[in-house]
């Protein structure tokens, strides 16, 4: 099956610096990657995703990377502010089913 | 609100006891997985139906685990013979292909 590798498992950054979170996924049928963020006693909220073939997206500060090649993809967040602070997760997902990384404490410091 | 519902949000219940939670998903979405997350970990896979098959089981879920989708609507996860090494969050996913979480289900076995 699936397996999500997720890097690094804490960062912190300076509020204004940017974020950078990588994923590595073993599955070539994987054809669908989404960015998760949860906040604590919170679910996991879907802020990005993108599909196999397309090599990156972006919706204002948070853009999504692929290389399907590699099997890698990450999220770049520009422009840190406190409230970016929480806990990220990466997932792979093919036809039949989706995958989680084991997440990425995010910390953005005022 | 994503329109996943999970029920109850809290449960705690002795060791050795039946539990069973519920997930309600939107209603067009024909995929529903269930996961369970611990404290500081990303969500591990349990389950996955496809309406009302279960397509794909992890090597997580013991013959104390089943789950059921009767409908193809709401799914059911019952734990038999509780362990405290089921505490945890229960959570529930439904989707067409971008994964909408319910807010979980947290179990803690004393």
């Known amino acids: 099956g699936e397996n999500v590798e997720q890097h690094p498992s804490t960062l912190s950054v300076q509020e204004g610096d940017s974020a950078v979170i990588k994923c590595t996924y073993s599955d070539s049928a994987s054809n669908y990657f989404p960015w998760y963020k949860q906040e604590l006693g919170k679910r996991p909220q879907l802020i990005i995703d993108?599909?196999?073939?397309?090599g990156e997206k972006k919706d204002q500060r948070i853009a999504v990377t692929l290389n399907k090649t590699a099997k890698h993809f990450s999220l770049h967040i520009t422009e840190t502010q406190p409230e970016d602070s929480a806990v990220y997760f990466c997932a792979a997902s093919n036809e039949n089913d989706m995958r989680f990384g084991a997440g990425t404490r995010l910390t953005v410091k005022p | 609100d994503t329109g996943v519902s999970q029920d109850p949000r809290h449960k705690i219940t002795k060791r050795g006891q039946n539990v069973t939670f519920r997930c309600d998903p939107i209603?067009?979405?024909?995929?529903l997985y269930w996961y369970r997350q611990t404290l500081g970990q990303g969500p591990e896979f349990l389950t996955y139906f496809q309406n009302e098959a279960q397509l794909e089981k992890s090597r997580l879920l013991s013959d104390r685990f089943s789950a059921e989708r009767p409908k193809g609507s709401f799914s059911t996860l019952e734990i038999q013979r509780t362990e405290q090494g089921d505490s945890a969050m229960y959570l529930c996913?439904?989707?067409?292909?971008?994964?909408?979480f319910g807010q979980g289900t947290r179990l803690t076995v004393v």
């Open positions: 996913a439904s989707t067409p292909l971008r994964a909408f």
């Open positions: 993108i599909r196999s073939n397309v």
């Open positions: 209603s067009e979405h024909n995929r």
